[in-house]
């Protein structure tokens, strides 16, 4: 299953991508560089779940992304 | 004698069979009940006929043992097959053995009462011994094992 | 690449006696049929990969799967088992080879049954040892196997052929086309689109995400609780928030039972439209049997009877078969008796020889009879010789004394002791019923001969067909008692379908309370933005914001996926249905999917004015759920690379289907094999119907077995030969 996929898949929500003014979805990866934040926590979701990384595990990961405790 | 007398002397008679014929009679005449594994007929005295005309055609005739050892079957000859003309046809093949059985046709007309008893007597021992001798090969090939398990059993034998 | 079953034999297995050379079937690309009568080893042959899969196989008197060592003597060939001394053992297995690209495989199941008493059906009089699956392995350019030892590779192997997760699709008897595709439950399309999607993953993802904004959001409220400009307005709001979200999530709670309920009824409804069904046909299929039956008693005793009078024609006057033989008892009789005249009319002439009378002895008493005489008296003519005699004349005297003869006879009483003439001539007269027709007696033994065989045929043939009734309600698989009549399957029916009707209405209100307090959430929540604090760390108030957002777009994600694939297969179920149909009549309606109020997926054909269609016949049932299992596997984002094994049931199809069918079927897989018995002819030279012969004639189908049994044998005796008819 192609993270790439479901990134795509998942932004292409027309009120989300209008909201997070999402351009050039189609060449959008889960890999840094990020478009932006959001899909930044999007892409560490998908690719960490894919690790098998725990919730909690993963949740850290997103609070840093956010500069937050 | 008339006719009449003379016929109904014959008709009258029962005839009889060796004891040691029953179980054969038992599984090839059902008298209405009893089935068993070969063909039957019914009511004995068919297949009493039946027996005494197979024994004519294959020339078996044997002698009855004493009449202790012997039974009839209760039913006397003018009551075989009462309603058709069975028994004449009967007597007609008896008639034409009258050499065999020892008398002529002719000489019984100036016979005694007595006399003529005599005949009947020896007609009924015609009679009796060619059944048994049918009787007898009957028997014979069911202990053997030999008869015909076919509802044509009686008609095939009958042929050869 | 795909896996192609190259043969399939099999050695001592039920009705397939012999070794595995013996019975081989090789099968290629493309569409493959095998022919087989009932009985004649069809379901059989489909026992093998039940084996091959799952050590198992379907006991065909209970339709139930059992393991191979608990019916291992059912299976042994009753021949090999009746060849088989104590003390002697026989095997028994399947053998099937099959090819991918790379290699070719043969892989062996087999049991050895040693013999250890008498009663040959008994389990206890054998001892069973299932033997170790062999596998063989080559590449296309060696000749010889190579085995393969290791058995982790050895279950791979097997596996492959046709995947599990696939195996419903790929693999299945007549009955089973129905439980695949069951419109009443829920999960029988979405297990098809969890198949076919990686739907799974987002439900993970949908997952993750809700709890990243629950998290966020306690983050958040922390936050907030530890600013000192947080107050008792921001905290109330929290509170109704908090208090709507549990009644949300009760009324969710509420909404999913209440779908469960409707899935339950609709389930139950189509149970029962299905047992109803199968319950008119039960009751036809009694009726005939009845009536069969009754005819075939009818007859039984009518010939059971006739042979019984066989020997009542030995004395029967109008047979009279006892005669048989005595022809020359006729001519012997009659020589006699005209010997015994002359000499006793001659008796009487010396007794009186004065007698005028003496030359009439000669002729019986009345002849000729006196009417005669009295004509050739007044017309002075002999009609016997045709001469005048005339009044006067020595004739005319003779003729006279002739007539007044019988007035004489009670003067001849005494020339003979007793006078037998009658006795004699009445036995010939009487007699004659029984040697009339001696010539014609053969004639009339062979006429009954002739009387009951045509009698033993006509019975014969009534309790064939009586087999043949009674092996179709067999073959009809009833869910739920047999004994449920049909007014208790209406009464059932209509309370299914109020209890659907009542949940669909709760369903309906809790989606408007639910969808009035997602709104209602909403509102609060931005109540609750607006009276947080203004210097809560950004971070905090971004993560709530993205998390929210997140999950709500997972989620539209998700449901994306799935309604796309749903639609996709929407698609592709219309295509194949068209091309099932295109022989049929019902041309012009399309397949249409639609959720139900349960959020299950409903599958209906709409005719081309909008209208659902209900109900029609069972072939037409049989094609819709055909039609889907086909997009299933069209809709496989890779080219479906296993083989069709089916056991089609083309008789609930009828004829128009079953061309559509083979076609359809040929676009959809690499390579099928369909079992079936409705091309079936016994009385044909090919053993086919006129619709099998217009089958094996299309280029696409590339192989025709037929199976038959020897039905005249004994069932110890009786084995399947199989005739390559392509």
Same mark, same amino acid.
């Given at each position: 299953?192609?993270?790439?996929?479901?990134?795509?898949?998942?932004?292409?929500?027309?009120?989300?991508?209008?909201?997070?003014?999402?351009?050039?979805?189609?060449?959008?990866?889960?890999?840094?560089?990020?478009?932006?934040?959001?899909?930044?926590?999007?892409?560490?979701?998908?690719?960490?779940?894919?690790?098998?990384?725990?919730?909690?595990?993963?949740?850290?990961?997103?609070?840093?992304?956010?500069?937050?405790? | 004698?008339?006719?009449?007398?003379?016929?109904?002397?014959?008709?009258?008679?029962?005839?009889?069979?060796?004891?040691?014929?029953?179980?054969?009679?038992?599984?090839?005449?059902?008298?209405?009940?009893?089935?068993?594994?070969?063909?039957?007929?019914?009511?004995?005295?068919?297949?009493?006929?039946?027996?005494?005309?197979?024994?004519?055609?294959?020339?078996?005739?044997?002698?009855?043992?004493?009449?202790?050892?012997?039974?009839?079957?209760?039913?006397?000859?003018?009551?075989?097959?009462?309603?058709?003309?069975?028994?004449?046809?009967?007597?007609?093949?008896?008639?034409?053995?009258?050499?065999?059985?020892?008398?002529?046709?002719?000489?019984?007309?100036?016979?005694?009462?007595?006399?003529?008893?005599?005949?009947?007597?020896?007609?009924?021992?015609?009679?009796?011994?060619?059944?048994?001798?049918?009787?007898?090969?009957?028997?014979?090939?069911?202990?053997?094992?030999?008869?015909?398990?076919?509802?044509?059993?009686?008609?095939?034998?009958?042929?050869? | 690449?795909?896996?192609?079953?190259?043969?399939?034999?099999?050695?001592?297995?039920?009705?397939?006696?012999?070794?595995?050379?013996?019975?081989?079937?090789?099968?290629?690309?493309?569409?493959?049929?095998?022919?087989?009568?009932?009985?004649?080893?069809?379901?059989?042959?489909?026992?093998?990969?039940?084996?091959?899969?799952?050590?198992?196989?379907?006991?065909?008197?209970?339709?139930?799967?059992?393991?191979?060592?608990?019916?291992?003597?059912?299976?042994?060939?009753?021949?090999?088992?009746?060849?088989?001394?104590?003390?002697?053992?026989?095997?028994?297995?399947?053998?099937?080879?099959?090819?991918?690209?790379?290699?070719?495989?043969?892989?062996?199941?087999?049991?050895?049954?040693?013999?250890?008493?008498?009663?040959?059906?008994?389990?206890?009089?054998?001892?069973?040892?299932?033997?170790? @699956?062999?596998?063989?392995?080559?590449?296309?350019?060696?000749?010889?196997?190579?085995?393969?030892?290791?058995?982790?590779?050895?279950?791979?192997?097997?596996?492959?052929?046709?995947?599990?997760?696939?195996?419903?699709?790929?693999?299945?008897?007549?009955?089973? @086309?129905?439980?695949?595709?069951?419109?009443?439950?829920?999960?029988?399309?979405?297990?098809?689109?969890?198949?076919?999607?990686?739907?799974?993953?987002?439900?993970?993802?949908?997952?993750?995400?809700?709890?990243?904004?629950?998290?966020?959001?306690?983050?958040?409220?922390?936050?907030?609780?530890?600013?000192?400009?947080?107050?008792?307005?921001?905290?109330?709001?929290?509170?109704?928030? $908090?208090?709507?979200?549990?009644?949300?999530?009760?009324?969710?709670?509420?909404?999913?039972?209440?779908?469960?309920?409707?899935?339950?009824?609709?389930?139950?409804?189509?149970?029962?439209?299905?047992?109803?069904?199968?319950?008119?046909?039960?009751?036809?299929?009694?009726?005939?049997?009845?009536?069969?039956?009754?005819?075939?008693?009818?007859?039984?005793?009518?010939?059971?009877?006739?042979?019984?009078?066989?020997?009542?024609?030995?004395?029967?006057?109008?047979?009279?078969?006892?005669?048989?033989?005595?022809?020359?008892?006729?001519?012997?009789?009659?020589?006699?008796?005209?010997?015994?005249?002359?000499?006793?009319?001659?008796?009487?002439?010396?007794?009186?020889?004065?007698?005028?009378?003496?030359?009439?002895?000669?002729?019986?008493?009345?002849?000729?009879?006196?009417?005669?005489?009295?004509?050739?008296?007044?017309?002075?003519?002999?009609?016997?010789?045709?001469?005048?005699?005339?009044?006067?004349?020595?004739?005319?005297?003779?003729?006279?004394?002739?007539?007044?003869?019988?007035?004489?006879?009670?003067?001849?009483?005494?020339?003979?002791?007793?006078?037998?003439?009658?006795?004699?001539?009445?036995?010939?007269?009487?007699?004659?019923?029984?040697?009339?027709?001696?010539?014609?007696?053969?004639?009339?033994?062979?006429?009954?001969?002739?009387?009951?065989?045509?009698?033993?045929?006509?019975?014969?043939?009534?309790?064939?067909?009586?087999?043949?009734?009674?092996? $179709?309600?067999?073959?009809?698989?009833?869910?739920?008692?047999?004994?449920?009549?049909?007014?208790?399957?209406?009464?059932?029916?209509?309370?299914?379908?109020?209890?659907?009707?009542?949940?669909?209405?709760?369903?309906?209100?809790?989606?408007?309370?639910?969808?009035?307090?997602?709104?209602?959430?909403?509102?609060?929540?931005?109540?609750?933005?607006?009276?947080?604090?203004?210097?809560?760390?950004?971070?905090?108030?971004?993560?709530?914001?993205?998390?929210?957002?997140?999950?709500?777009?997972?989620?539209?994600?998700?449901?994306?996926?799935?309604?796309?694939?749903?639609?996709?297969?929407?698609?592709?179920?219309?295509?194949?249905?068209?091309?099932?149909?295109?022989?049929?009549?019902?041309?012009?309606?399309?397949?249409?999917?639609?959720?139900?109020?349960?959020?299950?997926?409903?599958?209906?054909?709409?005719?081309?004015?909008?209208?659902? @269609?209900?109900?029609?016949?069972?072939?037409?049932?049989?094609?819709?759920?055909?039609?889907?299992?086909?997009?299933?596997?069209?809709?496989?984002?890779?080219?479906?690379?296993?083989?069709?094994?089916?056991?089609?049931?083309?008789?609930?199809?009828?004829?128009?289907?079953?061309?559509?069918?083979?076609?359809?079927?040929?676009? @959809?897989?690499?390579?099928?094999?369909?079992?079936?018995?409705?091309?079936?002819?016994?009385?044909?030279?090919?053993?086919?119907?006129?619709?099998?012969?217009?089958?094996?004639?299309?280029?696409?189908?590339?192989?025709?077995?037929?199976?038959?049994?020897?039905?005249?044998?004994?069932?110890?005796?009786?084995?399947?030969?199989?005739?390559?008819?392509?």
């Amino acid at each position: 299953m192609d993270r790439n996929q479901v990134l795509r898949e998942i932004l292409s929500d027309e009120e989300f991508c209008q909201k997070y003014d999402i351009k050039d979805r189609e060449n959008l990866t889960t890999n840094a560089p990020y478009y932006n934040k959001a899909v930044e926590v999007l892409s560490v979701i998908i690719n960490e779940n894919d690790n098998n990384l725990s919730d909690s595990q993963i949740y850290k990961k997103i609070k840093n992304i956010h500069n937050i405790g | 004698m008339t006719s009449q007398e003379f016929k109904s002397q014959i008709l009258v008679k029962r005839p009889r069979y060796a004891n040691s014929r029953i179980p054969a009679i038992d599984i090839l005449a059902n008298k209405g009940s009893r089935k068993s594994e070969y063909s039957q007929f019914g009511p004995i005295y068919e297949l009493y006929i039946y027996a005494f005309l197979l024994g004519l055609k294959r020339q078996i005739r044997l002698p009855l043992p004493p009449r202790e050892l012997t039974s009839d079957f209760g039913l006397e000859i003018g009551r075989w097959k009462r309603d058709s003309t069975l028994t004449d046809f009967l007597l007609m093949i008896i008639f034409t053995k009258n050499d065999e059985i020892g008398f002529d046709w002719n000489e019984l007309e100036d016979m005694e009462a007595t006399e003529i008893t005599g005949i009947v007597f020896k007609v009924v021992t015609f009679i009796e011994e060619y059944a048994n001798g049918g009787l007898e090969y009957l028997h014979g090939l069911l202990d053997k094992g030999e008869l015909d398990n076919s509802h044509y059993m009686f008609i095939d034998m009958y042929k050869r | 690449m795909a896996s192609i079953i190259n043969s399939i034999s099999f050695k001592n297995f039920f009705n397939y006696y012999g070794d595995y050379y013996d019975t081989r079937y090789e099968f290629e690309e493309g569409v493959n049929i095998v022919v087989a009568d009932n009985g004649a080893g069809k379901s059989k042959f489909f026992n093998a990969f039940i084996w091959l899969f799952y050590d198992q196989i379907l006991d065909s008197d209970d339709k139930i799967k059992k393991n191979i060592k608990d019916v291992a003597v059912k299976i042994i060939s009753d021949k090999a088992k009746n060849e088989t001394s104590i003390g002697d053992n026989v095997d028994t297995g399947i053998q099937i080879e099959y090819s991918t690209g790379r290699f070719k495989y043969q892989i062996t199941k087999s049991f050895t049954a040693t013999r250890l008493s008498q009663k040959i059906t008994d389990f206890n009089s054998w001892q069973i040892t299932i033997n170790d @699956v062999q596998v063989n392995r080559t590449d296309h350019i060696l000749p010889k196997y190579t085995p393969v030892y290791d058995a982790d590779e050895k279950a791979t192997i097997i596996k492959q052929l046709i995947l599990p997760t696939l195996r419903q699709y790929s693999f299945f008897q007549g009955e089973e @086309v129905d439980s695949i595709i069951d419109f009443g439950k829920k999960s029988s399309i979405e297990e098809a689109v969890r198949t076919l999607t990686d739907i799974s993953k987002y439900e993970e993802l949908v997952a993750l995400t809700k709890e990243f904004k629950d998290k966020a959001e306690k983050d958040l409220n922390k936050q907030t609780k530890a600013n000192s400009d947080h107050n008792d307005r921001l905290d109330k709001a929290i509170q109704v928030k $908090q208090h709507l979200e549990q009644t949300l999530s009760n009324e969710e709670l509420r909404l999913g039972e209440y779908e469960k309920l409707y899935d339950d009824a609709e389930q139950e409804k189509n149970d029962l439209e299905q047992n109803f069904s199968n319950a008119e046909k039960r009751n036809e299929l009694d009726n005939k049997i009845k009536e069969k039956n009754k005819k075939t008693n009818e007859v039984a005793e009518e010939y059971t009877n006739f042979l019984e009078t066989i020997n009542n024609r030995f004395f029967d006057g109008s047979f009279s078969w006892i005669s048989l033989g005595f022809d020359n008892v006729v001519e012997d009789f009659q020589a006699k008796i005209q010997h015994y005249r002359e000499l006793h009319f001659e008796k009487k002439t010396l007794k009186n020889i004065n007698d005028p009378n003496k030359h009439f002895h000669f002729l019986p008493i009345d002849s000729p009879d006196t009417v005669s005489l009295k004509n050739m008296i007044d017309h002075e003519h002999c009609y016997i010789c045709n001469r005048p005699a005339l009044k006067g004349s020595d004739e005319y005297d003779y003729i006279v004394k002739l007539k007044n003869r019988p007035t004489d006879i009670k003067n001849d009483a005494d020339y003979v002791k007793n006078n037998f003439s009658n006795f004699f001539g009445e036995l010939q007269m009487n007699a004659q019923p029984f040697y009339n027709k001696i010539s014609s007696i053969e004639d009339s033994i062979l006429k009954t001969r002739e009387r009951e065989d045509a009698l033993n045929d006509r019975l014969t043939k009534l309790k064939k067909e009586l087999k043949s009734l009674k092996d $179709q309600r067999k073959d009809l698989l009833i869910s739920g008692s047999d004994g449920e009549d049909s007014m208790t399957i209406i009464n059932r029916y209509k309370g299914a379908i109020r209890r659907i009707a009542d949940a669909s209405y709760q369903i309906e209100k809790l989606r408007e309370s639910i969808k009035k307090l997602k709104s209602t959430i909403v509102t609060t929540e931005k109540e609750i933005h607006d009276l947080r604090p203004s210097n809560i760390p950004a971070g905090y108030l971004l993560n709530y914001e993205i998390s929210t957002d997140l999950a709500l777009a997972t989620e539209r994600a998700k449901n994306r996926v799935f309604d796309n694939m749903v639609n996709l297969l929407e698609k592709y179920a219309n295509e194949h249905f068209q091309s099932l149909i295109k022989y049929n009549d019902l041309a012009g309606g399309i397949l249409k999917f639609e959720k139900s109020p349960s959020g299950s997926i409903l599958f209906n054909y709409i005719d081309s004015s909008g209208n659902i @269609v209900h109900g029609s016949s069972e072939g037409f049932q049989r094609m819709k759920k055909f039609s889907v299992v086909m997009a299933v596997i069209s809709a496989n984002t890779t080219k479906y690379n296993y083989p069709l094994l089916a056991d089609a049931p083309l008789s609930a199809f009828g004829s128009a289907f079953t061309e559509g069918f083979f076609e359809a079927v040929g676009e @959809v897989f690499p390579q099928s094999i369909i079992l079936v018995n409705d091309l079936y002819e016994n009385d044909d030279d090919m053993k086919l119907n006129e619709l099998g012969k217009k089958i094996i004639k299309k280029d696409f189908i590339k192989r025709v077995y037929i199976n038959q049994i020897d039905k005249n044998r004994e069932q110890i005796d009786r084995t399947t030969d199989k005739i390559k008819l392509k």
